[in-house]
């Protein structure tokens, strides 16, 4: 039954070659663009994962840079009774990190928005050895 299926679908793609071909051509670009475009979703969809309550940590891009006027989250947390906490950060290709009084510079809300898991991250490295 399934050998005779093939015979007969083979004889009649060599019989209509041109609408054989738009058709096969048309479906492997259809099924190229799925597997791209749910691999770019499922790529953008994996970062930050690891910081709790995900889903609710924003980042502000200001035209083409995600570079803000130092003031606008103050201002923001101010007039948006949405923004419940914010931070900032500094993405550069040579950043100097200096201490005052023993502690690395940072802004005041990083961990609270992020809470890293110490703990687990800990037990992993002691794993390892």
């Not at 953008?44 to 910081?51: A, M």
């Not at 200001?62 to 606008?72: H, R």
């Not at 940072?106 to 110490?118: E, G, H, M, S």
Request: hydrophobic fraction near 40%.
């Amino acid at each position: 039954m399934i050998y005779s299926d093939l015979k007969s679908a083979i004889k009649n793609i060599l019989r209509n070659k041109v609408p054989s071909v738009i058709s096969i051509l048309g479906l492997g670009i259809g099924l190229g663009c799925i597997i791209v475009l749910s691999a770019l979703i499922i790529h953008e969809k994996s970062f930050d994962t690891f910081i709790p309550e995900y889903k609710n940590v924003y980042r502000i891009i200001f035209g083409n840079s995600s570079q803000t006027q130092y003031p606008l989250v103050e201002t923001m947390a101010g007039e948006f009774p949405e923004v419940q906490d914010f931070f900032r950060y500094c993405q550069a290709g040579s950043v100097q990190i200096r201490k005052a009084r023993d502690e690395i510079v940072r802004d005041r809300n990083l961990f609270q928005v992020i809470r890293p898991d110490l703990r687990a991250k800990l037990q992993s490295l002691k794993n390892r050895q």
